[in-house]
Each structure stands twice: as C-alpha cells, then as structure tokens.
C-alpha cells in the first residue's frame, strides 16, 4: 500500500497493539481545534493513500473518544475508495456535552483497511425461504 504523508507531524498510521485491526490516525491542525458540543469539523489529517483495486479503507470512531468524550464520525463509518487520491480528512462531531479540544498529532480516528467483492446482481421473482424470513429489526427478542 502506498502513503504520502503532508503532515506536520509526519506520522504514518500504525497499530497500536499487535492484536489491533485499526491503525490510529492524527490530526494534522495548525491551530487547536475547539469542537463544541453538537457541533462538527473535518479533521484534516495529511495522509493520502494508493490502495490497490479491490481494497477500501474505513475509517472508525475511537472507542476511548466515544465512551469518554463522545466524540463520533459524523457518517458513522467512512469509506475510502481505492481510487481515490485527496487527503484523509474525518469528519468528527461532538455527541457529548462538553467541548473537546482536537490539538496537532491527537489520535482522532482508525483506519481498517479491508478487501471487497463486486457483484452482479440476478433479478428474480422470488427469493429462497430461510427460518428467519421476513423477521427484522428485534424479531428475536432481546
């Protein structure tokens, strides 16, 4: 995979444990960030990536900023498709109730990088019976 990093910081994203499937990334921000509660802002990162045909990339909220700060991904989870070359920026909102200062080089998101399948669909009538069927959201109980 192939990176270019514009950063102050100059940090590649890297595996904090040798266990994780995220990579943290950074802020790369001249200035502090101040993210009031409700509010949202696009963090930009310095990092443009290459990946090969048939990857993406996801970036993911931090678990330690959601429990602790609530702080998201404004879509929940991003994609970065393989063709695309522009910066990495995470679009992070404040879910809590006090401000979170973003500063320069902060780990603000994860990146899993995954492959992928395209598919083609089959259009069909009717669709195989299973033993869930149409059940849905909470068809189980609890």
């Known amino acids: 995979m192939l990176i270019k990093i514009r ?68 879509n929940g989870v991003g994609t970065i498709d393989s063709d695309y070359r522009g910066e990495i920026k995470i679009s992070l909102i404040n879910w809590g109730e006090e401000a ?10 994860q ?4 492959r992928y399948e395209h598919i083609n669909w089959e259009l069909v009538d009717k669709l195989v019976d299973t033993k869930r069927g149409l059940g849905g959201f909470g068809h189980t109980g609890k």
């Open 7 to 74: 950063s102050e910081n100059g940090k590649v994203p890297t595996y904090e444990t040798s266990g994780s499937a995220g990579m943290d990334i950074r802020a790369n921000v001249a200035n502090k960030i101040r993210l009031e509660p409700g509010c949202r802002f696009l963090v930009p990162t310095g990092l443009y990536i290459e990946l090969p045909q048939g990857f993406e990339a996801q970036i993911r909220a931090r678990s330690g900023l959601a429990i602790k700060f609530g702080i998201g991904l404004v």
């Open 100 to 109: 979170f200062e973003i500063n320069n080089g902060d780990r603000v998101a």
């Open 111 to 114: 990146m899993v990088v995954s």
